[in-house]
């Protein structure tokens, strides 16, 4: 019984940091919280459903979804976020309305275009559940687990191996200074965009896979539970954020499970927030004093 | 007035006195608020278990709503100076679905089924829309004043120089942790006050009349009228109250125009539409100005 709450929260942990990847990626570079982000989640699962839907191949929709939906990010940055934050002299509540705004807009044109009912993927292995003792585990979160330990080690490569990656962390590190060492910060910010909607947008489909079930209201709970755990990994850290979503996945499963509290599930993360940051100010990762 | 009007009134006036309140906290201490519902819903809730259960005349109740509210805050802006913006941007929409989720599960605030209250009365009238529109009038109008007081006063300015530069301030001797947290007792107070009245005017509350969506649209109200002004918040609160209520012909394309409304103003105006600094009021500066050049002009 323990063991199987233990793989539970271990898969649920795993989902929730890939989901939050991506705006943690984006706080690193461009210091907004993105809570747009959720939309492109939202955006992902519905291009992935009809791209799986249309050709019946899972892989394909994963690639198309991630591509396009990172492209979108690129194209709103340029469009929206861009613009806002090379205006002197902003409040920092101003990016996080524009955010608001738009995650309304992506979540209100699902709707209107795709209908307001639920869709199923109906995606299927030939065994449902796989018995290891007394342990059951359902074969897709087995796959959903696998790809996003993949994503995950990509994202690792990419940020720790490349060129590429060695410009963005330069950037998250100090924007003028890498500005001025010939980085090309604008290019390290179009690959935060592309990395963080790709991972959004396949965060969505797993969830559609999972839950076999999308609505245009699917965003809404990651929208403000992705920000309790990019602050709880403190703000910009990809490998805080893995840890993160982990902990609130196996807080969440734990205490719905063994405990009596009167909160429901979705609000625990941000419970455990809050102790978090009354204890460590920064968040469980994140620097003291970088003002 | 016909009753129509005043019920969107009465609403509207409401939203005045939270998008006013959160504009202390946001717009003149630029503190990162995101969870002003919260506030407002336990002033609601204060108020009305108050009246309800323990049989207090309602204007002590918005006065005690107002205390429990404000010590709230008090509490909130401790913790407000151990963060940083963003931290407390989030740790705040935290607390709005934290208090949410517990007016939802607790007994004393009726759980999923909310409260019925009865409306309080006022030299022997039972208080209805024309009431609660006139009474949170006047409370904007003595607001109103008080915050042009508070901006010339030592405080006012005080505010000002930690908006700008906290840093600066503090150098130059000013007590930011005590103004930060008095803004905060401030703002909090104000939105409890709202919420009672809100809670007696309605005569029924449950958890989600406070969900974060509400912060969302509080929030808005500020932005999209002017932060840091007293004319804006009253315009975006105005705007946002009866633009419902025209598009209700539109009524499935609401929410998408609303945010794309959002996005608009903040990418194109991002100072509000009358806010310091906006093309609207530099606009009608300089035509104000050239006007009184040509007067001046004939004059000499």
Request: aromatic share 10%; proline share 3%; glycine share 12%.
């Amino acid at each position: 019984m323990f063991l199987q709450q233990v793989i539970n929260s271990l898969m649920i942990g795993s989902l929730y940091a890939l989901t939050a990847m991506g705006a943690t990626l984006i706080y690193g570079i461009l210091g907004i919280l993105d809570i747009a982000n959720a939309g492109a989640y939202l955006l992902g699962a519905y291009v992935g459903y009809y791209v799986y839907q249309a050709t019946g191949q899972l892989i394909l929709a994963f690639l198309i979804a991630m591509t396009a939906i990172g492209l979108f990010g690129v194209i709103l940055h340029r469009a929206v976020y861009g613009p806002i934050l090379a205006k002197p002299r902003m409040l920092s509540i101003i990016p996080l309305v524009a955010a608001v705004g738009l995650f309304t807009l992506s979540s209100d044109a699902v709707r209107l275009l795709c209908g307001a009912g639920t869709k199923a993927y109906n995606f299927r292995f030939s065994t449902d559940v796989l018995h290891l003792g007394s342990v059951s585990i359902q074969t897709t979160w087995v796959l959903i687990f696998a790809l996003t330990a993949l994503l995950l080690a990509v994202l690792w490569f990419i940020l720790n191996k490349t060129k590429m990656g060695l410009a963005w962390r330069a950037t998250a590190e100090d924007p003028d200074i890498a500005k001025a060492c010939g980085v090309n910060t604008n290019s390290a910010m179009a690959l935060s965009y592309v990395l963080g909607y790709g991972f959004a947008a396949a965060a969505g489909i797993m969830t559609g896979i999972l839950y076999n079930s999308i609505t245009p209201a699917l965003g809404e709970v990651p929208s403000y539970k992705m920000l309790a755990i990019i602050v709880l990994g403190g703000l910009g850290n990809p490998l805080g954020t893995v840890v993160a979503g982990l902990i609130i996945g196996f807080a969440e499963v734990m205490l719905s499970t063994y405990t009596q509290i009167p909160i429901p599930k979705d609000a625990i993360a941000f419970v455990v927030l809050i102790i978090v940051l009354l204890i460590k100010p920064a968040g469980l990762f994140g620097q003291r004093n970088k003002v | 007035m016909g009753a129509y009007v005043y019920s969107i009134g009465a609403t509207a006036a409401i939203f005045i006195l939270l998008a006013l309140s959160l504009n202390i906290i946001t717009g003149y201490a630029g503190q990162a608020m995101m969870g002003h519902a919260a506030f407002f819903g336990l002033g609601a809730y204060t108020a009305a278990i108050l009246t309800q259960t323990y049989g207090v005349n309602f204007f002590v109740a918005l006065l005690l709503s107002m205390l429990v509210t404000g010590a709230c805050g008090a509490l909130l802006g401790l913790i407000s100076l151990r963060l940083q913006a963003d931290f407390l941007a989030i740790t705040t929409i935290g607390i709005n679905f934290v208090m949410v989720a517990l007016f939802n599960n607790l007994s004393i605030t009726g759980g999923s089924l909310g409260l019925t209250i009865v409306k309080p009365t006022l030299f022997g009238v039972k208080m209805g829309n024309r009431q609660f529109f006139w009474l949170t009038l006047i409370l904007i109008v003595v607001l109103c004043l008080l915050i042009v007081k508070m901006r010339r006063s030592w405080f006012g300015m005080a505010l000002a120089s930690i908006n700008n530069d906290a840093g600066a301030a503090r150098s130059f001797g000013i007590d930011v942790s005590r103004y930060q947290i008095l803004t905060f007792i401030i703002g909090t107070a104000i939105a409890g006050l709202a919420g009672g009245i809100y809670s007696h005017r309605m005569g029924y509350i449950c958890s989600s009349d406070f969900a974060f969506v509400i912060s969302i649209q509080i929030l808005s109200m500020v932005v999209i009228g002017g932060i840091g002004t007293i004319r804006g918040p009253i315009l975006g609160a105005l705007l946002l109250t009866f633009l419902p209520e025209v598009l209700r012909f539109a009524d499935d394309y609401r929410s998408l125009v609303y945010g794309a409304l959002l996005v608009l103003m903040v990418r194109f105006m991002p100072s509000g539409l009358i806010g310091d600094n906006s093309p609207l009021v530099i606009g009608c500066k300089k035509l104000t100005g050239k006007l009184f050049a040509k007067k001046g002009g004939q004059k000499a």
